[in-house]
């Protein structure tokens, strides 16, 4: 039985505290714009990720100071709370100049949308993460021990999970790795241009640090024998004199990083060396990983291909493409009659695609993850809404359709319609409740 979540209570967008209760699998969110349509999927987001995109207009948010502009003047904190069918449940609580507290479901938790659309409108490399991830479990993967067992991951962290999230998690690995050698070279490099080694003005530095360090020398010399006359023209100087002038050599030394040291600028070459044949070794297995994932792609893209197109309405009149090239990796749809891909897809199309890959990966999932499948923020008419409500209800997953637009007389069986207007007004009908719900909304 597919696990859904039974109860949403936040006061994101809604002062005070907005509390659903008695919800279906299928959730239907409909409002003007402003309404709170977007708010209630972020306290699902922040609630079970931690995370939620497309607050204050960026992509994605952790931070405590983009999150606390949703804070109402008069709160002293905000939160989300939702239960699940099973008796779980899991909490975002972000109290007035704090870090936000997140207490996770116990259990794997899969809020699709943002991948999904990172999918179709990511790089490359997104893409093909993505596709491995969630159809790779099957696979043939042949010889991959080479990319398993290079290092980078302790034999341990490997050997426990399917050769598709250990093919992503050496990729993973290999490329934190690459990025932080690569940042302790440029680091050594610095170093090393100021001591002189790696540039022109470096040298530059390092040739006045050995000027002084010279005229150092002379004074010293001069001090400790009471030699009274200029190391240059021989004329007599007080020794208090040539004391103050060693002063400020010294100092002036000091300013420059002090003597020159060859020990010290070969143990640094040596250390900028290693970094960057590290940081090199490893950029190399994250490209061979990924290498092999862009031919395990497509070599198995007609069976990706079909995966999806099961999940697309049985009139629907095109097929489900997938084409790897030399710079992406192309999901899109497939008419046959001019066998040409369109993957640049958008308004309807876009959350056709979309439920469709959602509704494909929900199939290779286990029951007992928790899987929330909402669309896209795109206004579709009525008739293709009612005929969305009917293809999503049949996904094995917690579904969530927002819209500006409601479909016309009683909810369609198993699923909960959550009215939202302009005045702050919330009315819920179907699911386990028939009652209406009114919560107050900062103006």
Wanted: aromatic share 6%; glycine share 8%; hydrophobic share 40%.
């Amino acid at each position: 039985m597919t696990t859904y979540i039974t109860d949403i209570q936040t006061n994101i967008k809604f002062p005070g505290s907005l509390c659903l209760s008695g919800l279906s699998k299928n959730l239907f969110i409909s409002g003007p714009n402003g309404s709170g349509k977007t708010a209630l999927i972020n306290a699902l987001e922040l609630a079970l990720t931690g995370e939620a995109r497309d607050l204050g207009g960026r992509d994605k948010a952790k931070s405590s100071k983009i999150l606390e502009g949703l804070l109402h003047p008069h709160e002293d904190s905000l939160f989300a709370v939702v239960k699940l069918s099973d008796g779980r449940s899991a909490s975002w609580v972000m109290e007035r100049g704090k870090r936000p507290k997140h207490q996770p479901v116990d259990g794997d938790v899969h809020f699709l949308l943002p991948e999904l659309l990172g999918a179709l409108k990511g790089s490359k490399a997104v893409t093909a993460r993505f596709l491995v991830k969630y159809f790779g479990r099957d696979w043939d993967y042949g010889s991959v021990d080479s990319l398993l067992e290079n290092g980078v991951l302790a034999p341990s962290e490997a050997s426990n999970l399917p050769p598709n999230l250990a093919l992503l998690k050496v990729e993973e690995s290999a490329r934190k790795a690459q990025l932080a050698h690569a940042a302790e070279a440029r680091s050594l490099k610095v170093a090393l241009e100021r001591l002189g080694v790696m540039s022109e003005k470096g040298a530059e530095h390092a040739d006045k640090a050995m000027v002084v360090q010279s005229i150092i020398t002379l004074l010293d010399f001069q001090v400790k024998n009471n030699l009274g006359k200029c190391g240059v023209c021989a004329s007599e100087v007080d020794l208090k004199a040539l004391g103050g002038r060693l002063a400020q050599a010294q100092a002036q030394l000091d300013r420059l990083g002090g003597p020159p040291s060859s020990d010290r600028i070969a143990a640094l070459q040596n250390a900028y060396n290693d970094a960057t044949q590290q940081s090199n070794d490893c950029k190399e297995i994250a490209k061979a990983c990924m290498d092999k994932m862009y031919e395990l792609i497509e070599k198995n893209s007609r069976r990706i291909s079909s995966q999806i197109t099961e999940s697309l309405p049985l009139d629907f009149p095109y097929y489900v493409g997938l084409e790897v090239t030399g710079a992406s990796v192309l999901i899109g749809f497939y008419d046959p009659e001019d066998e040409f891909l369109r993957s640049h897809v958008s308004g309807a199309e876009l959350v056709t695609l979309c439920t469709a890959l959602g509704g494909a990966i929900a199939q290779t999932l286990p029951p007992q993850d928790l899987i929330v499948l909402t669309t896209p923020d795109r206004g579709v008419d009525l008739n293709y809404l009612r005929r969305l409500l009917n293809i999503m209800k049949g996904i094995p997953a917690v579904t969530v359709i927002q819209n500006p637009f409601q479909p016309r007389g009683r909810p369609p069986a198993d699923w909960t319609r959550i009215v939202l207007d302009e005045e702050g007004t919330v009315v819920v009908h179907g699911g386990d409740t028939t009652e209406g719900i009114s919560a107050s909304k900062a103006s």
